[in-house]
């Protein structure tokens, strides 16, 4: 324990210094958690002991998540503010702003005169390139192999989009995003842009739709041709999603972005299949509700279970009725999650069975053979309900087109004995080509085989294991 340190008090009335180099440099140009990070971390190393450093309380107090503040610090990382030592435990050192560019390489005098000064020249007075500026842009075309023009045109575009003050870490994002696709040259920026102005007309409706004014930014092009190149939005989805939110919210790209990756998860992409979704959101949000009722489970986020659930099903063509029955039916059969819920909701309509007229009378069926099986066992005398095993032989025999009268007739004549022993009667009829009882009672009766020495098998913990999957499987 140290002999003498700070009150927490006094490390609240203190001052925490931020340079100035980073407010000019860096901050206009940074993300806004990103600047949050920063910020409270550099609080913390001026805290010593006294505040607890620990990632989960960094996090908690900045309302983000631990991944997002990683993130974070690899972003400043990037820009050589600090130097992510660990991960795992993460373990963050913060650098002198003074330092930065300290080991800068040194090239030809007479290699980028040209470069700096067409360079200059875009910025038209309004500010100056400084030094370690330059040897940013110097460094990012050797370790790129990026031409020279090629970079020029990236600094006049970056200018143009936002304005005379653009920060050089803002261009050297763009360039090394673009650089990451593979455009290296002049050429290849020109089409770059070009496929930019392809949309220029579509963008600025959308900009005035969120009541910006001004130039689309580099970062939301980029988004624009996401959403209608990847995802294959149209122009009119994107417009709706726009002036829905802009009623409710501080529109941004960035919230289009995540609404949109919603509906596209959802498999939605028209005007049309949204508005009917966003009607019934709420009859889905009581489906959900009747749903964890039926199976008796409880979610406070129903939005998970709407989207990664009931959603689907619905898409899949069943109906809320259809969908209740079928987890009525799991509950009986001890099925109480909703993964084990979709899992029969996913074999159920693979066999069709997307309606409760369907659903019934496949079930009915199986409860039918069911009563027909359990009259066999009767016969044999035996005490038992019916299993799988019974009910792939019972499939067997209908597949030997054995009639229920023959069946019948075999079961009087292997009463007392076994299942094995009636499917040996009807395995002979079979191969007999045995097909009514007057043809059955003209055969001589068939002998009992010998039955199996089980006495002091027992199974292991795995191949026991293995027989219950087995039953599992063939069951729905």
Not at 88 to 100: D, G
Not at 225 to 233: Q, Y
Request: glycine share 4%; aromatic share 12%; with cysteine.
């Amino acid at each position: 324990m140290a002999f003498c340190k700070f009150s927490t008090e006094y490390i609240a009335n203190n001052k925490t210094e931020v340079d100035n180099l980073f407010i000019n440099e860096y901050l206009p140009d940074a993300p806004d958690n990103c600047v949050k990070v920063y910020l409270y971390g550099l609080f913390l190393c001026n805290s010593g002991e006294i505040i607890d450093n620990a990632l989960d309380k960094f996090s908690k107090h900045l309302g983000l998540d631990e991944d997002e503040v990683i993130t974070c610090f690899m972003y400043w990382q990037e820009q050589g503010l600090v130097q992510v030592l660990s991960t795992y435990p993460v373990e963050i050192r913060f650098t002198p702003l003074k330092n930065i560019g300290s080991g800068t390489k040194l090239y030809k005098t007479d290699k980028y005169d040209v470069f700096n000064r067409q360079a200059q020249e875009l910025f038209e007075g309004k500010r100056e390139i400084s030094k370690s500026e330059y040897a940013e842009y110097y460094d990012f075309m050797e370790r790129y192999h990026m031409e020279q023009e090629a970079l020029l045109m990236i600094i006049k575009y970056c200018i143009d989009t936002k304005k005379a003050n653009v920060g050089y870490t803002y261009i050297l994002t763009v360039a090394r995003n673009w650089a990451n696709e593979g455009i290296l040259t002049a050429q290849q920026v020109e089409e770059k842009l070009c496929e930019f102005e392809e949309n220029s007309s579509e963008l600025g409706a959308l900009l005035s739709a969120l009541r910006i004014k001004r130039q689309p930014y580099i970062e939301e092009k980029t988004l624009y041709k996401k959403w209608t190149d990847e995802l294959g939005f149209g122009v009119d989805v994107i417009l709706y999603v726009a002036n829905k939110i802009k009623t409710k919210t501080h529109p941004t790209f960035d919230k289009i972005d995540g609404i949109l990756m919603k509906y596209y998860t959802l498999g939605l992409f028209s005007v049309l299949e949204i508005e009917n979704y966003e009607q019934n959101k709420q009859k889905l949000y009581n489906l959900a509700k009747q749903v964890n009722n039926a199976i008796g489970v409880y979610y406070e986020n129903l939005d998970m279970v709407v989207d990664n659930y009931i959603s689907k099903w619905i898409n899949l063509g069943l109906d809320e009725e259809t969908i209740l029955e079928i987890a009525s039916y799991c509950r009986k059969v001890s099925v109480r999650s909703l993964e084990g819920l979709d899992n029969k909701i996913q074999k159920f309509s693979k066999l069709g069975l997307v309606t409760v007229e369907a659903l019934h009378s496949y079930l009915n069926e199986i409860i039918e053979t069911d009563n027909e099986i359990q009259e066999i066992l009767d016969k044999l005398a035996l005490p038992r309900k019916v299993n799988f095993i019974d009910r792939e032989l019972y499939k067997t025999w209908k597949a030997w087109n054995m009639s229920k009268e023959l069946i019948m007739y075999a079961s009087e004549l292997a009463a007392g004995k076994s299942m094995q022993y009636l499917n040996s009667i009807l395995a002979n009829w079979h191969n007999s080509d045995v097909r009514s009882v007057e043809e059955a009672k003209k055969k001589p009766a068939v002998s009992a085989p010998k039955p199996a020495n089980f006495q002091g098998r027992s199974y292991k913990s795995d191949q026991l294991a293995a027989l219950i999957q087995s039953i599992d499987e063939v069951e729905i």
